[in-house]
């Protein structure tokens, strides 16, 4: 594993986790743009998508310092991204179909979770405004739904919120 790597997981040896580095612009944007298709461009306007894309543009471009973002990488090619604006909120989540339900989004989430609670150690609240495909697998990831379906932009979503705290200290008893 490179410097950059931030951890690795053992039901995936050749998977990486990685902090996003411009190189992998060109190949973490076909693989958004792959998935959308796929399976989120149905419930999206042509504005929307629009929208939608600029924001993608900002994330792997000229404003990547604004968000935190991860790429999973298998081969040196990513095969993931998860991004969050550095107010908690996820921006893009993102695995390249055929990795999907294999656990990647989950290894990409725990390694951002990890970042959070190492800059909140109080803890904080990871809020996502989720296409409605998505719904169910945020759930599985232990997001919660807030209120109604919403549209904004011509982008249909689902807010939804996830409390992240860091673990439980072990209490240790000096008399046993």
């Known amino acids: 594993m490179g410097p950059e790597a931030e951890c690795g997981h053992q039901s995936h040896p050749s998977i990486q986790i990685v902090r996003y580095q411009p190189r992998y612009a060109v190949a973490c944007g076909a693989l958004v743009r792959a998935s959308f ?8 306007s042509p504005e929307g998508q629009n929208h939608f894309f600029s924001i ?8 990547r310092a604004a968000y935190t973002t991860f790429c999973a990488l298998r081969n040196e090619e990513p095969v993931g991204i998860i991004s969050m604006r550095e107010t908690c909120h996820l921006s893009l989540f993102f695995c390249e179909p055929g990795s999907m339900g294999h656990g990647l989004g989950r290894m990409m ?3 951002l979770e990890r970042h959070l609670i190492s800059a909140h150690p109080a803890g904080c609240e990871l809020t996502v405004n989720s296409s409605l495909f998505a719904v169910n697998i945020y759930r599985r990831l232990g997001f919660k739904v807030c209120g109604e ?4 932009n011509g982008i249909l979503f689902q807010s939804m919120v996830k409390s992240i705290q860091p673990p439980e200290r072990a209490c240790v008893n000096d008399n046993v």
């Open 37 to 44: 298709e796929r399976f989120v461009a149905a419930d999206i």
């Open 56 to 63: 993608v543009a900002r994330v792997l471009g000229d404003d």
């Open 109 to 111: 989430l725990s390694a």
């Open 149 to 152: 379906p919403t549209s904004n």
